[in-house]
């Protein structure tokens, strides 16, 4: 299994933005056989950076998904 971590700046008029962009990307990796671990938004303090942790079976999988996300086959 390999774990990916995917970081994003974000400001608070884009949480709804990273929102909509998060259930997509769900979408897509359940479609590319990875697991979706969960969201991780700024808290308190002065963080803007949030980070997802996605899984896949190996980093050829991980590597096919974001073929699909970038706009790839």
């Not at 990796?29 to 996605?54: I, M, N, Q």
């Given at each position: 299994?390999?774990?990916?971590?995917?970081?994003?700046?974000?400001?608070?008029?884009?949480?709804?933005?990273?929102?909509?962009?998060?259930?997509t990307w769900m979408?897509?990796?359940?479609?590319?056989?990875?697991?979706?671990?969960g969201y991780y938004?700024?808290?308190?303090?002065?963080?803007?950076?949030?980070?997802?942790?996605?899984?896949?079976?190996?980093?050829?999988?991980?590597?096919?998904?974001?073929?699909?996300?970038?706009?790839g086959p």
């Amino acid at each position: 299994m390999t774990t990916c971590v995917v970081r994003c700046t974000i400001g608070p008029p884009e949480i709804d933005v990273l929102e909509r962009f998060a259930a997509t990307w769900m979408d897509l990796v359940d479609r590319h056989g990875g697991t979706h671990h969960g969201y991780y938004l700024p808290g308190e303090g002065a963080s803007d950076e949030a980070l997802a942790l996605v899984g896949f079976p190996s980093l050829a999988d991980d590597e096919l998904c974001r073929q699909h996300v970038d706009g790839g086959p």
